[in-house]
């Protein structure tokens, strides 16, 4: 999957942060539906007071919740903060993530057979790493140097979308940076401005990226968000070598082998673990250079097109470079304009 970030500085300390996952997977039953991420939380040594807003507006301690790892988001009020000390004016920062605002549209779209995004509520999940040790070892923490212990407050939101090969989701929350009394005004405000949903591009109203490779005299053109039926093109180089090449596949320099993890042939998830594939990202010899677009898998029917290997000249891995045969399923010759 590809992630993408924009963030935007909103004034008063609001920093709004926009979100874009791109599922570019070619085997169709690589589906996701647990993104929790991005993954966070604050310094306990810097922001020790925590609380998280409830649906009425008051503010509890993580040990004032239910004693589960995470709860629905709509049993809270949407958003939390983490204070230096517990007066108004204390530096304080909130992660505003809201309350589900389509989750009963959605769940209708999902039963009415229309394309939706989230499958059920979405979870808040709140803890201290090594919570014991700081009565313990750690029972100095708040004079000992911050680097010496576990040092975090964690707070995730698990959005429960469901994220198809092919598709493309959004996801929009904030965080605000003031003092207490301020950010708490400005995070209830915020909530219902959190939003989410699918996201399709059509190939007619895509802007296009003009493509000239390194060394190359002939230049190409790719789409610049993924439409559907396109996968991303890479340019990446080789450590060992210096090489540049252009392929779909992102791990291309990443040794990978097939996993058996024993299942039978009886077992109903055989044939999705029996394709199984790891990756020693630790062992790479990659140097990921730019996302260059997106190139459609099929031909259209319309305009000027041509395979990518015949663009790319001897910048297009061939099947013979890899190691073993099946990893370049992963490297698919897609269709650019020209």
């Given at each position: ?337 020209f």
């Amino acid at each position: 999957i590809l992630y993408y970030c924009q963030v935007h500085d909103l004034g008063d300390g609001i920093i709004e942060l926009t979100w874009v996952v791109h599922n570019f997977s070619i085997r169709k039953d690589i589906v996701f539906e647990h993104l929790n991420a991005p993954w966070g939380g604050t310094r306990v040594s810097r922001l020790p007071y925590h609380y998280i807003a409830m649906p009425d507006g008051t503010l509890k301690t993580r040990e004032e919740l239910p004693k589960t790892s995470s709860i629905s988001v709509r049993k809270t009020g949407g958003w939390n903060i983490s204070c230096a000390n517990q007066r108004d004016d204390s530096p304080s920062l909130a992660l505003v993530f809201g309350r589900d605002k389509h989750l009963e549209e959605e769940l209708r779209k999902m039963k009415q057979g229309k394309p939706y995004c989230q499958y059920r509520e979405s979870l808040y999940r709140d803890w201290r790493p090594g919570k014991s040790s700081y009565k313990t070892a750690w029972k100095d923490w708040q004079t000992r140097p911050g680097n010496t212990f576990r040092n975090y407050d964690v707070a995730v939101i698990v959005p429960k979308f469901r994220l198809a090969p092919g598709t493309s989701i959004w996801y929009r929350s904030f965080l605000v940076v003031n003092r207490k009394d301020r950010a708490i005004q400005l995070a209830k405000r915020l909530v219902s401005e959190v939003d989410y949903g699918l996201l399709q591009f059509s190939a007619n109203s895509t802007p296009m990226i003009k493509v000239t490779l390194p060394g190359g005299s002939r230049s190409f053109e790719l789409y610049a968000y993924p439409v559907r039926g396109s996968l991303p093109v890479f340019l990446i180089e080789d450590t060992r070598t210096g090489k540049q090449v252009v392929t779909t596949d992102p791990y291309i320099f990443v040794p990978k082998e097939k996993l058996n993890f024993g299942l039978p042939q009886s077992h109903p998830l055989h044939d999705y673990y029996n394709r199984a594939i790891g990756y020693s990202i630790d062992r790479h010899h990659a140097r990921w250079k730019h996302l260059l677009g997106f190139a459609p898998v099929r031909k259209p029917a319309q305009g000027r097109w041509e395979k990518l290997s015949r663009l790319a000249g001897n910048m297009f891995p061939s099947r013979s470079e890899y190691e073993v045969d099946w990893a370049a399923d992963y490297h698919v010759d897609v269709w650019c304009k020209f």
